[in-house]
């Protein structure tokens, strides 16, 4: 079965530091794609990052990287100098593609807390 | 901001009820997949419509039904709504149903079902 794993339900970081948000995935294809989404409480979807199951090196943008150990199954999202704005709540998702068509797979979320 | 926009934002329905959400997709984007998002969990997909015509569905009952216009944009109906019904739904547009594609999310709509 095709499945998300977000294991933190909150995290709680003070401002300028690390945080790591963990993502585990199953699934049996052999090409798919993981993504992080940002979710404010305004409720929309906001790209972060992404991470083909080919790549082979760890996707980054801006303070956002994406710690990809495959033989493992997780895609953990690293926010490097965390500022008041990142607290929202982070999705990992994976796209399948299968019947022909993709579809994003959720995991039920981290909610990030960040404080001054 | 995206480009694709949801209407209305909120809403508030009586059981039993019938309800249309809209969604513009992306320019140059016609795929739009839907998604039913339940309060303090992930987004669960419902449908996908590819250049008009439903080309993939999630584990939704038929009274989730949707239509897509020539221009790409999107229509989400649920008839006879029941308490559970209760979410954000969002809408992502695509520019391919396949291949490495980014999907693009709206800001959603808030339904409240009473």
């Known amino acids: 079965a095709q499945k998300i794993t977000q294991t933190q339900p909150g995290m709680f970081v003070q401002e300028k530091e690390a945080v790591t948000l963990d993502c585990t995935y199953d699934t049996s294809d052999q090409s798919y794609g993981l993504f992080w989404y940002k979710q404010p409480s305004s409720g929309e979807m906001i790209f972060l990052i992404y991470?083909?199951?080919?790549?082979?090196q760890n996707a980054t943008e801006g303070r956002y990287s994406l710690n990809f150990q495959k033989a493992r199954k997780s895609a953990n999202l690293v926010i490097s100098a965390s500022q008041l704005g990142d607290s929202a709540m982070y999705f990992c998702?994976?796209?399948?593609?299968?019947?022909?068509?993709?579809?994003?797979?959720f995991g039920a979320g981290t909610r990030l807390a960040v404080h001054p | 901001e995206t480009g694709v926009t949801q209407s209305p934002t909120h809403l508030i329905k009586t059981r039993g009820q019938q309800v249309t959400l809209r969604c513009s997709s992306q320019?140059?984007?016609?795929?739009v997949s839907w998604y039913q998002q339940a309060l303090g969990q992930g987004p669960q997909f419902i449908f996908q419509?590819?250049?008009?015509?439903?080309?993939g569905r999630g584990n939704f009952p038929p009274r989730f039904s949707g239509l897509q216009f020539p221009n790409y944009s999107s229509e989400l109906n649920v008839n006879a709504l029941e308490l559970d019904d209760s979410a954000l739904y969002l809408c992502?547009?695509?520019?391919?149903?396949?291949?490495?594609?980014?999907?693009?999310f709206g800001q959603g709509t808030r339904l409240t079902v009473v």
């Open positions: 998702a994976m796209r399948t593609e299968s019947g022909g068509y993709n579809k994003l797979i």
């Open positions: 419509y590819y250049r008009e015509e439903e080309n």
């Open positions: 320019s140059g984007h016609n795929t």
């Open positions: 991470q083909g199951s080919y790549d082979e």
């Open positions: 992502a547009s695509s520019i391919s149903s396949v291949g490495n594609t980014e999907a693009f």
